[in-house]
């Protein structure tokens, strides 16, 4: 057992090493997580899309379907930003009655089997549909954010933003990849 | 250095980097799209398996569920997980029971944001009044092996307890609770956190102080002898948890001193009470590097440099033997990451480390009549999950190499599959138990014992609201490791006694809809005759064993009367015990007494800025009834049952304000 831990000592070098290697290994500085960065692209949308109807609700509400980080960051990052003077409300949704208060609600990818019931009450209700599935916007969904090699991305349906009942800036089109 | 120094330290640091923080955090929240677009994120796993799917029996309790019940530590947590129920060891430690089992001494795993917290001479983990519940942000707990990837610590369970930290609070919280019981000051507890983070760097500090009292009811010793605990069973806590992350390094310190007044050690109660010690610093730094989107590694290297179960003569007396050891562990590991598609993903990696412990006294070790002893401990592992339609596959195994005992070879494999509204998990893993530096110096040709262990969950998803899952389990130990006290030459003695186990079931039924929740949750177990361990049978009843109850069932309604205030009723029931309650010394004869069954109600309301925008208020009532709970000795030596706490009152303000 001795000459086992006297040729493998020198393995507990090894991690030391990697971390000497590391300082000089090329830091791309401001890579976030990516829920985090999600979170910030839900609030920037609220920035170019306007709600036809006047919602009675004093605050804006953003919803999450079901428990996922993504209610965390944006509780984190979005908490106290306003939207039209309105201050910004985060719900975490455990059945499909509570879509109809929010402005917007996201599905995060692991229910996006209930997408469908989902889009369907969201359409009736003013309320835009965002997903972070692959091909969502072709099924229907309002925006979608995917990732392309290491930065987000994402895609609009206009005509699912029309439908239902959300006026879509220019600019907003501008930047997405893709625009259904 | 002394923590309070360190915190008056550390205090200038925050102000020096929130100086930094609210420039750069400010930059990154107010971030239009267009520059979102260029902002690098990190990979993801791309197997990522949710709870339903996970290899593994899993609780996970938030700083929400926390904060709602108005746990004072952790150990107010715990006892909500089914199977777990707390004993109590020597010198009125307190640890950890896992199914039926003692697992306080090197079975169960604590780790706090990712460092083992479990003290190397013996591998316990001391609990009671020094993690500070409030400073938790989320515990995921594993109720069953997890040696494969967490190595010889974590036979029987894995407790993950992740502190608050600038990933979901940007600001500082200020918390402080007192509780009393009838006549006397039961707590104060003072909990400051601040943390914030960056693009380029992240802090995140933690700093607790407890003092408190056991009970105020009268401790018995197993020769009839009593004392008030009022005046003799203070605990005392500094903790203090730093969390750095700069350009990708993450820097994890913990500090403590924790000191439990008893007086009782192993037996008979002493003339006055004396301290027992825990004293330990622990850091860690790793680094994830990513190569490409497939493939990563993180190297972590740690410190540890401790004094457990320390007690120095400072009495003068010769009735408590002084014990004071410092461990010192140097630990470095590498853990690889190859996501080869969304379908399969593989862990691997190995670790080694050092440990030294010195007794400062200049006793000398009986293993090498020396006045220090060296452990050195190797490991490989390597786990894979494939997911295929027809379900997730894990297989998953370590090997461990040690200077002192037998090497260690541990296999897992489990199958998961989650439905729409089900799920099914059926898991079988060996596991080990290392000797720890006190166990192979107590006998030095002490193996590692192993567990196997066979568990099946079903899960369903009843409606949108309501879930409900039940698991079956079978655990079976060979070589158990046992501690006894030798009363000729007056030390420790451990030994590979024979088999021991328990076999039986859990189930969580879970209620959640907007505004009230609610949770009941039942665990039972039997030793089913499998058990060949002396110490841990109880002669009237084969089915059970010392101190742990056989019926356990939790459960809470959490009820909000309006959006700011919520009023918690919980209920802890626990079957029928047994417990050494008394020790005849002329015949070497002990009792075994029946504890009967018995139940804890506590109530708690908690409001949510209905005096101040930043202030919560909580209230609570913990055990409203008095009833009489003990704290059991889980094997046959002969620490009295301690008398649990009484009626006690708690009253919590928690201010707390963000970081623009």
């Not at chain 1, 895609?155 to 006026?167: F, H, M, P, Q």
């Not at chain 2, 990451?337 to 000398?364: H, P, Q, R, W």
């Not at chain 2, 949750?521 to 499998?530: D, E, H, I, N, V």
């Amino acid at each position: 057992m001795r000459t086992f831990f006297k040729y493998l000592w020198p393995l507990i070098c090894f991690p030391a090493s990697i971390f000497a290697i590391s300082v000089f290994y090329p830091v791309k500085g401001g890579e976030m997580k990516e829920s985090t960065v999600k979170a910030m692209f839900i609030y920037n949308f609220t920035k170019y899309l306007e709600w036809d109807k006047e919602s009675a609700e004093e605050k804006f509400v953003i919803g999450v379907y079901r428990y996922s980080d993504m209610a965390d960051e944006l509780m984190l990052n979005c908490n106290q930003k306003k939207v039209n003077d309105k201050p910004i409300e985060i719900v975490t949704l455990s059945n499909y009655q509570a879509i109809s208060k929010c402005k917007i609600i996201f599905v995060p990818a692991k229910y996006i089997n209930d997408f469908t019931q989902i889009k369907n009450i969201a359409e009736k209700n003013n309320v835009v549909v965002i997903t972070e599935s692959e091909g969502m916007c072709k099924k229907g969904s309002c925006i979608n954010i995917i990732r392309q090699e290491k930065n987000l991305r994402f895609e609009i349906n206009i005509k699912e933003l029309t439908d239902a009942g959300v006026k879509i800036y220019e600019q907003l089109k501008k930047l997405a990849t893709t625009v259904y | 250095m002394k923590i309070t120094k360190l915190i008056g330290v550390c205090c200038f640091v925050i102000a020096f980097l929130n100086v930094q923080a609210q420039t750069d955090t400010a930059s990154f929240n107010e971030m239009s799209l267009e520059q979102l677009l260029n902002v690098e994120v990190s990979v993801a796993s791309s197997t990522n398996l949710n709870n339903r799917e996970t290899p593994g029996i899993v609780s996970v309790i938030t700083a929400e569920e926390i904060e709602a019940m108005n746990a004072t530590d952790i150990t107010d947590v715990l006892k909500r997980i089914p199977g777990m129920e707390l004993g109590c060891d020597v010198e009125g430690v307190l640890g950890l029971g896992i199914r039926g089992n003692w697992a306080h001494e090197g079975k169960v795993l604590l780790l706090i944001n990712g460092i083992e917290m479990n003290e190397s001479l013996y591998a316990t983990l001391p609990l009671e009044h020094n993690y500070p519940a409030d400073m938790i942000e989320k515990i995921e707990i594993i109720r069953g092996p997890g040696s494969a990837m967490y190595g010889g610590a974590a036979a029987y369970a894995v407790i993950d307890v992740r502190l608050k930290s600038a990933n979901k609070q940007r600001g500082v919280i200020a918390n402080s609770s007192i509780s009393a019981f009838k006549n006397a000051l039961a707590s104060q507890v003072n909990n400051i956190y601040v943390g914030n983070k960056t693009s380029n760097y992240s802090y995140s500090i933690i700093a607790n102080r407890t003092t408190a009292i056991r009970g105020k009811r009268y401790f018995t010793d197993v020769y009839g002898n009593a004392y008030d605990m009022a005046k003799e069973s203070d605990i005392k806590n500094n903790l203090m948890a730093i969390n750095l992350n700069v350009r990708g390094y993450n820097i994890d310190v913990v500090l403590y001193d924790y000191n439990i007044f008893s007086r009782v050690g192993y037996d008979a109660i002493f003339s006055q009470a004396y301290y027992t010690g825990f004293k330990a610093g622990h850091a860690k730094i790793s680094k994830k590097i990513e190569l490409n989107e497939k493939f990563s590694f993180t190297p972590t290297i740690g410190y540890k440099n401790e004094k457990p179960w320390n007690f120095n003569d400072d009495y003068d007396t010769e009735e408590y033997e002084p014990f004071d050891i410092t461990v010192r562990e140097w630990k470095s590991g590498i853990s690889f990451t190859y996501g080869l598609s969304k379908k399969f993903n593989l862990v691997f990696g190995g670790e080694m480390s050092n440990e030294k412990a010195v007794d400062n006294n200049g006793e000398i070790f009986s293993s090498n009549n020396k006045t220090s002893v060296t452990n050195n401990n190797a490991a490989i592992y390597a786990q894979g999950v494939l997911k295929t339609n027809l379900a997730n596959f894990t297989i998953g195994c370590r090997a461990n190499f040690n200077s002192i005992y037998e090497n260690t070879f541990v296999p897992r494999i489990g199958l998961t599959k989650a439905w729409e509204k089900f799920h099914l998990k059926a898991l079988l893993s060996q596991a080990y138990r290392a000797p720890s530096i006190q166990n192979t110096d107590a006998n030095t040709s002490i193996q590692p014992e192993k567990s196997l262990t066979a568990e099946v969950e079903i899960g369903a998803q009843l409606t949108n609201n309501l879930s409900i899952s039940v698991n079956g389990f079978d655990m079976l130990t060979t070589k158990t490791i046992v501690y006894s006290y030798d009363d000729v030459d007056d030390d420790d003695y451990y030994l590979n006694a024979g088999k021991s186990g328990t076999r039986g079931f859990e189930t969580e039924l879970k209620f959640k809809n907007k505004a009230n929740y609610f949770g009941i949750a039942y665990s039972f177990y039997s030793t089913g005759k499998q058990s060949t361990v002396e110490n841990y049978m109880v002669p009237q009843n084969a089915d059970m064993q010392l101190a742990f109850p056989a019926h356990k069932i939790y459960g809470y309604v959490n009820i909000s009367l309006n959006s700011k205030l919520h009023v918690q009723p919980q209920l802890e029931f626990k079957g029928p015990r047994y417990g050494i309650t008394s020790y005849n010394e002329e015949t070497d004869e002990r009792y075994y007494q029946k504890i009967n069954a018995m139940a804890v109600c506590n109530i708690m309301i908690n409001s949510k800025a209905m005096l101040a925008k930043n202030l919560n208020i909580a209230f609570g009532v913990k055990n409203i009834f008095n009833a009489n709970d003990v704290l059991i000795q889980p094997y046959y030596d002969l620490h009295a049952p301690i008398p649990g706490k009484s009626r006690e009152a708690i009253l919590k303000l928690t201010y707390h304000f963000n970081f623009k």
